[in-house]
């Protein structure tokens, strides 16, 4: 289970930009969510993958209480939680080829295997891996952004507008690269947009941003 539970959070702690959000996705479960550009989405979405600490609330993964973020967190909790952004030009190292990140942990013969496994499930062609992300169109470098949050399997997936600047064919092909890895592990899904027709062909249910907060007293 992934459970955000009364999470506060924000960029400046006396001006939190939610208070007391909660949200919940059970194990093999793709939950969609949406709400108006700006609510905190992202912000929430960040907090789910380790990478934003809340100001208060907590976030419990697989039953356990994270108690540390980004850096700080322990290896195997951090590898638990993949990730894909919006943008993946501030996603992407430059200076790295699109196989150099899928090749990074583990022996060599495994992470070659790793990359002959991945590369077709996310549509990369051989001869796209050995370049650079300058040398490479938006939707090719998500495809190796998807890619690289798979590398360790995590258990949960949390997409960021993983779609929102891609053309029609490039969304279904990462969709179907989702799905396809989710039925093979049985990972969970957060994606988090403003497409409610995808989102709702998409995951098992889709919330609304105002449902996950506190009704007014
Ligand atoms: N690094 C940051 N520093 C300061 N404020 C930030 C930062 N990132 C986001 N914000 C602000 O926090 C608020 C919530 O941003 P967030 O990106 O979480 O919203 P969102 O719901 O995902 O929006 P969108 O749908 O437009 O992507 C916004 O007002 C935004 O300007």
Redesign the pocket.
Known sequence: MLELDSVTA??ERRAP?FRGASLTVAPGESVGLL?P???????LARVAALLHRPDAGRLVLDGTEVRAWRHRAPRARRTAVGVVFQQPRTAADPRLTLAEPLRAAGRRAEARERVAALAPAVGLTPDLLGRRPHEVSDGQLQRACLARALTLRPRWLICD?MTAMLDASTTAALVAAVETYREETGAGLLA?G?DRVLLNRWCDRTVEWKDCLPTAA
């Open positions: 924000g960029y930009v709400g550009s700006g609510c905190g989405k992202s912000t507008e988090v403003h």
